[in-house]
């Protein structure tokens, strides 16, 4: 016998007799569900309703929270429909097509729903907050922008005009609203806006790889460009010329800063927009994925109060994140912690930071040289670019302060060469460098479809033996499932070298000795590799093979029989 909805309730101690007979006499005045009725007194949730009636009816409750919802499936049903009736599908078995339903009894919509797209229907239970939330949060761009300009066209205006027009209403001020709000809820870390021949296409780029997303017809990209310059500062009549800006903006009470970025090209200007994400919580080490050695020896130059650490990798990396969360760790009351960045990334409380404006004059080197008569505890210089910048950094690490900063080198020892041939003195260089952290960013394996499989590469075995390791004969992979988009990964994680320097360093850097005996010193005072960090990971399952080809892979260790 199946039991009913106020006794399963009752059963997991969330209704009491009174409470259920309170909500039985309320449904006989009002008609409604009774898990709608019990919901509105506020006797349970509406997930626990759901949960019941899932048990009741004995129909499966779906987590809408852990499912990709693919657009074409959800494209099946009007979008009106959808909203109206609270339903949403979500996938198709054998033909059968699966619906989220917030009233799986209702038979009037399941014929609707089976006549309007001719397929078999079987419900699943979800809230009608979950599937309002669901389908908000998976609307297809490209289709929502299609929706917009079809709405919106003017049979007048087929070609792309140099007039700048800025309308609260018009299509491109609203199609450049979407891919803005559409890449912060899809967590990109750059918005690409590239014009070309025919239109303009629009790209995310999400854990580190670039995504197609849409296309822009030619007449629309002007309004498109114009909308994301007036919201970034830049001047809308100057399209001959790059120039840079910032867009705030608050989504979902999520803060995030912009740095905008336009480019003349032969097809017209393509914008760049990076997002920054302002909170600070997203700023502790323990969560960039480091070693526990590494982390360790991170902790371990951070409590010096005087040199220089210095953080390199390529561009995307993660450099200024590392910097940001170093920062963060040594930011305290006692401490006068100034920085000069181009551009400030991330606003950090109880931080003095500098925007670098070289129109006026503030350059690194002369914003540095104004901090250290601003009486600084700990200072951070967003990039070393040149000899002037090194020389102070080096020189403010001389004279008693702790000085943060990056570089752009392929690994920790090629950051001490880099310096030596911009023109630094090595003496001086063995006298202040405390440590250095080579970085790069690998994508992670998905943990919902991470399934072993066999290393069979020949190129990443030869390349992982070439470190003098024995390749596992299990890694893992990602099969690709719906909460990672099929893609079988989800996230990024940090993988790096750390070389502390020891007495024995300092002496080898004096004395000029070439990298590949540096190396040697530096693997004899304990730092592991890039690459061996990266194989570490690919063992225990964290990334893939694919990646540390990717990232780490070099043709001079791997690349020969």
Same mark, same amino acid.
């Given at each position: 016998?199946?039991?009913r909805?106020?006794?399963?309730l009752?059963?997991?101690?969330?209704?009491s007799?009174?409470?259920?007979?309170?909500?039985?006499?309320?449904?006989?005045?009002?008609?409604?569900?009774l898990?709608?009725?019990?919901?509105?007194?506020n006797?349970?949730?509406?997930?626990?309703?759901?949960?019941?009636?899932?048990?009741?009816?004995k129909?499966?409750?779906? %987590?809408?929270?852990?499912?990709y919802?693919?657009?074409e499936i959800?494209?099946i049903?009007p979008?009106?429909?959808?909203?109206?009736?609270?339903?949403?599908?979500?996938?198709?078995?054998?033909g059968?097509?699966?619906?989220?339903?917030a009233?799986?009894?209702?038979?009037?919509?399941?014929?609707?729903?089976?006549?309007?797209?001719?397929k078999?229907?079987k419900?699943?239970?979800?809230?009608e907050?979950?599937?309002?939330?669901?389908?908000?949060?998976?609307?297809?761009?490209?289709? !929502?922008?299609?929706?917009?300009?079809?709405?919106?066209?003017d049979?007048?205006k *087929?070609?792309?005009?140099d007039e700048?027009?800025?309308?609260?209403?018009?299509?491109?001020?609203?199609?450049?609203?979407?891919?803005?709000?559409?890449?912060?809820?899809?967590?990109?870390?750059?918005?690409?806006?590239?014009?070309?021949?025919?239109?303009?296409?629009v790209?995310?780029?999400?854990?580190?790889?670039?995504?197609?997303?849409m296309?822009?017809?030619?007449?629309?990209?002007?309004?498109?460009?114009?909308?994301?310059?007036?919201?970034?500062?830049?001047?809308i009549?100057?399209?001959?010329?790059?120039?840079?800006?910032r867009?705030?903006?608050?989504?979902?009470?999520?803060?995030? %800063?912009?740095r905008?970025?336009s480019l003349?090209?032969?097809?017209?200007?393509?914008?760049?927009?990076?997002?920054l994400?302002k909170?600070?919580?997203?700023?502790e080490?323990?969560?960039?994925?480091?070693?526990?050695?590494?982390?360790?020896?991170?902790?371990?130059?951070?409590?010096l109060?005087?040199?220089?650490?210095?953080?390199t990798g390529?561009?995307g990396?993660?450099? !200024?994140?590392?910097?940001?969360a170093?920062?963060?760790r040594?930011?305290s009351?006692?401490?006068?912690?100034?920085?000069?960045?181009?551009?400030?990334?991330?606003?950090? %409380?109880?931080v003095?930071?500098?925007?670098?404006?070289?129109?006026?004059?503030?350059?690194?080197?002369?914003g540095?040289?104004t901090?250290l008569?601003?009486?600084? %505890?700990?200072?951070m210089?967003?990039?070393?670019?040149?000899?002037?910048?090194?020389?102070?950094?080096?020189?403010?690490a001389?004279?008693?302060?702790l000085?943060?900063?990056?570089?752009?080198?392929?690994?920790?020892?090629a950051t001490?060469?880099?310096l030596?041939n911009?023109?630094l003195e090595s003496?001086?260089l063995?006298s202040?460098?405390?440590?250095?952290v080579?970085?790069?960013?690998?994508? *992670?394996?998905?943990?919902?479809?991470?399934?072993?499989?066999?290393?069979?590469?020949?190129?990443?075995?030869?390349?992982?033996? !070439?470190?003098?390791? =024995?390749?596992?004969?299990?890694v893992?992979?990602?099969?690709?499932?719906?909460?990672c988009?099929n893609?079988?990964?989800?996230?990024?994680?940090?993988?790096?070298?750390v070389?502390?320097?020891?007495? =024995?360093?300092?002496?080898?850097v004096?004395?000029?000795?070439?990298e590949a005996?540096?190396l040697?010193?530096a693997?004899?005072g304990?730092m592991? *590799?890039?690459?061996?960090?990266?194989?570490?990971?690919?063992?225990?399952?964290?990334?893939t093979? =694919?990646e540390?080809?990717?990232?780490?892979?070099?043709?001079?260790?791997?690349?020969?029989?």
């Amino acid at each position: 016998m199946r039991k009913r909805l106020g006794d399963i309730l009752q059963d997991q101690g969330l209704l009491s007799d009174q409470e259920l007979a309170a909500a039985l006499e309320e449904q006989k005045r009002t008609g409604d569900r009774l898990g709608d009725t019990l919901v509105r007194l506020n006797l349970v949730t509406a997930s626990q309703a759901a949960d019941a009636l899932s048990e009741h009816l004995k129909i499966d409750r779906v %987590d809408l929270n852990r499912r990709y919802l693919s657009p074409e499936i959800v494209d099946i049903i009007p979008g009106s429909i959808i909203v109206s009736k609270h339903v949403l599908p979500i996938e198709i078995q054998d033909g059968v097509l699966i619906v989220a339903m917030a009233d799986p009894l209702d038979i009037n919509v399941m014929d609707d729903l089976q006549r309007l797209t001719g397929k078999i229907i079987k419900p699943v239970v979800a809230t009608e907050g979950e599937i309002a939330d669901a389908f908000q949060r998976t609307r297809n761009i490209a289709q !929502s922008a299609k929706e917009l300009i079809s709405r919106y066209e003017d049979d007048e205006k *087929t070609q792309e005009t140099d007039e700048v027009e800025y309308l609260g209403d018009a299509p491109g001020v609203k199609l450049a609203n979407l891919i803005l709000e559409q890449a912060i809820t899809q967590k990109a870390s750059d918005v690409h806006l590239e014009p070309h021949e025919h239109g303009m296409r629009v790209r995310y780029r999400i854990d580190g790889l670039l995504r197609d997303i849409m296309e822009i017809p030619k007449h629309l990209r002007g309004d498109v460009n114009s909308r994301i310059k007036i919201m970034g500062g830049l001047d809308i009549t100057e399209r001959r010329k790059p120039q840079d800006g910032r867009i705030q903006m608050t989504l979902a009470g999520q803060e995030v %800063d912009m740095r905008v970025s336009s480019l003349p090209t032969v097809y017209g200007e393509k914008i760049v927009a990076r997002l920054l994400h302002k909170s600070s919580n997203l700023l502790e080490l323990e969560d960039f994925g480091f070693s526990p050695k590494n982390l360790q020896k991170m902790e371990q130059v951070l409590l010096l109060n005087q040199g220089l650490i210095l953080v390199t990798g390529p561009t995307g990396s993660g450099k !200024s994140t590392t910097l940001y969360a170093f920062l963060n760790r040594l930011n305290s009351p006692e401490k006068n912690i100034v920085t000069v960045e181009d551009p400030v990334e991330y606003r950090l %409380d109880g931080v003095n930071q500098v925007q670098v404006n070289p129109k006026v004059g503030l350059t690194f080197a002369t914003g540095l040289r104004t901090v250290l008569r601003q009486d600084p %505890d700990v200072i951070m210089v967003g990039e070393i670019r040149d000899e002037e910048t090194g020389e102070i950094a080096v020189r403010s690490a001389l004279t008693g302060h702790l000085v943060l900063s990056t570089l752009h080198t392929n690994s920790a020892v090629a950051t001490i060469t880099r310096l030596v041939n911009m023109g630094l003195e090595s003496f001086i260089l063995s006298s202040t460098i405390i440590g250095i952290v080579a970085q790069r960013l690998v994508r *992670t394996i998905c943990r919902d479809c991470k399934e072993p499989s066999r290393l069979t590469d020949p190129l990443l075995i030869r390349y992982i033996r !070439s470190l003098n390791l =024995e390749p596992p004969t299990t890694v893992y992979r990602g099969k690709g499932c719906p909460i990672c988009n099929n893609t079988g990964y989800r996230g990024r994680t940090a993988i790096a070298e750390v070389l502390v320097f020891n007495k =024995e360093l300092r002496r080898a850097v004096e004395a000029d000795v070439g990298e590949a005996e540096l190396l040697e010193i530096a693997l004899r005072g304990g730092m592991t *590799t890039l690459q061996h960090d990266a194989v570490n990971k690919l063992i225990a399952g964290v990334t893939t093979s =694919e990646e540390i080809i990717r990232t780490v892979y070099t043709v001079d260790m791997g690349g020969e029989e």
